[in-house]
Nanobody
């Protein structure tokens, strides 16, 4: 089962930016869609952004226009560029398969948006 390691989180002020990275344990070239999810304290894990192998993307309404997902299959890596961050973006961020059966969930990377 594919595993993922997320990194790049941290503490940032409102309006700031962060770039998250997710490295897979094996090739992701055959994975139809990769995605980023987030889970805020006391809430369920939600889909944030998804990217398909052809490059098509979709986003949760709350992040559309601020976040950009990309993938580099050669590096087995998925990225999430987050701009204009808001306090409500505070959460643990995870990457995983975007369609079909999930791989193993990683530890996630924590993002805190606060002044």
């Amino acid at each position: 089962q594919v595993q993922f390691v997320e990194s790049g989180g941290g503490l940032v002020q409102p309006g700031g930016s962060l770039r998250l990275s997710c490295v897979a344990s094996r090739s992701i070239s055959s994975i139809y869609a990769m995605a980023w999810y987030r889970q805020a304290p006391g809430k369920q894990r939600d889909l944030v952004a998804r990217i398909f192998n052809g490059g098509t993307t979709d986003y949760a309404g709350s992040v559309k226009g601020r976040f950009t997902i990309s993938r580099d299959n050669a590096k087995k890596t998925v990225y999430l560029q987050m701009n204009s961050l808001k306090p409500e973006d505070t959460a643990d961020y995870y990457c995983n398969v975007g369609v079909g059966s999930f791989g193993s969930w990683g530890q996630g990377t924590q993002v805190t948006v606060s002044s």
